[in-house]
């Protein structure tokens, strides 16, 4: 499977999202992930003896983190209502739309070999400094070697091991029922955390939603910076499932419609 979306170089101390900016997936092989650093990986013990220990306690923690994220949804969807503007952007073979939240704007936006990345913060905020941002990614001709709902939690997978990497030790994660995406093959959602995002002065949490289009893969995912913390935060239920809806509320893959440019009413209209 392609990698994640990786962060040009001038943004590499924020951390993946699942576009996932810096998100060193090598799960099944995502930010973004979080806007986690690239450099964020448990460190390496001096001892061989210790190291093997932290090699050991590295896959246990790696299988709690698939088990997380291939159990149960830990919330119901919700309905949610769209509030501000659409953004609708051709993306590699089809068209998506999404949510755009009062008050945020468009950001950054870029396209790398076969990674897309798109990103939307507060209007009096950059890709730099931001206290909460929206990030839409694609990646190209990814969708074609399983099936949509495996390829959905492989991706989601890859995204939370980024997460991982970057904060071992205050790592935290729920799967949420996915929320339904017109034109999605699959969909799989979830909330991951990191009481430390690669700094020391701040933590980071996100909502994501990982979309199987016919020929390519869309994650979209909202995250929150705040205080940090040495343990895991806290999962606040209501928050998320409520950033989710919202996120949900407008989002929609749509084939393109040959001649068809501008607000690209066809996918629009729907």
Do not use: K
Request: net charge positive; proline share 11%.
């Amino acid at each position: 499977m392609p990698a994640i979306p990786q962060r040009p170089a001038r943004h590499a101390e924020r951390p993946a999202r699942p576009p996932v900016r810096t998100a060193a997936v090598r799960v099944p092989a995502p930010s973004g992930g979080p806007s986690l650093p690239r450099s964020a990986t448990p460190g390496a013990t001096p001892r061989a003896s210790a190291r093997r220990t932290d090699r050991h306690g590295a896959r246990a923690a790696m299988v709690a983190l698939l088990a997380l994220l291939f159990g149960a949804p830990a919330a119901p969807a919700l309905a949610g209502e769209m509030t501000g503007a659409t953004l609708v952007q051709p993306v590699f073979s089809q068209i998506v739309a999404i949510p755009a939240p009062e008050g945020f704007a468009s950001a950054y936006e870029a396209t790398q070999g076969a990674n897309y990345i798109h990103e939307l913060v507060p209007g009096d905020q950059d890709v730099e400094h931001w206290s909460q941002m929206i990030t839409l990614t694609g990646t190209a001709n990814a969708a074609a070697n399983g099936t949509p709902d495996d390829l959905a939690a492989r991706f989601a997978a890859q995204i939370g091991d980024g997460y991982w990497r970057a904060c071992p030790a205050s790592f935290a994660g729920a799967r949420l029922a996915p929320p339904t995406v017109s034109g999605a093959r699959a969909v799989f959602a979830g909330w991951l955390a990191c009481g430390t995002a690669g700094r020391p002065d701040l933590s980071e949490q996100m909502t994501f939603v990982v979309m199987i289009g016919t020929r390519d893969i869309y994650t979209l995912q909202w995250a929150a910076r705040g205080a940090p913390s040495d343990a895991p935060p806290p999962f606040d239920r209501a928050l998320w499932a409520e950033r989710l809806a919202t996120l949900a509320s407008g989002v929609r893959i749509c084939d393109i419609t040959p001649g068809e440019g501008p607000p690209y009413p066809g996918c629009t209209a729907r």
